[in-house]
C-alpha cells in the first residue's frame, strides 16, 4: 500500500507552497485520490512538474502535454507488459 500523505506533508516534501499545489490540482495537472488525501504517485508527479520547470525552463503551456505525453508512455507500457502474460 502506498503512503498516504497530507496536502501540508505534500507542500513540506515538495517545497512548494499550498496555493500552488491548488492551482496544479485547479489545472488537473495532479489528480490526487481526495484534495486531503495523497500518495506518493502524487508527490512523484510534483517533483517531475517543478523539475520540468525549473531544470528545462517548460512553461504553463507545455507542462499539460507533457504530463499527457508520459501518462500516454506509462497507460502503453502496462499494456505491454500485460500482453507478454
Not at 11 to 30: F, H, I
Not at 38 to 48: P, S
Request: proline share 4%.
Amino acid at each position: 500500500m502506498s503512503a498516504a500523505f497530507t496536502l501540508i506533508q505534500i507542500c513540506e516534501l515538495s517545497g512548494l507552497d499550498e496555493p500552488t499545489v491548488t492551482r496544479y490540482v485547479e489545472r488537473e495537472w495532479l489528480r490526487p485520490v481526495t484534495r486531503s488525501k495523497w500518495d506518493q504517485e502524487d508527490l512523484a508527479r510534483i517533483r517531475f512538474i517543478v523539475e520540468l520547470q525549473q531544470e528545462f525552463g517548460a512553461n504553463e503551456e507545455a507542462i499539460p502535454i507533457i504530463l499527457h505525453l508520459v501518462d500516454q508512455i506509462h497507460y502503453f507500457r502496462g499494456r505491454m507488459q500485460d500482453l507478454a502474460k
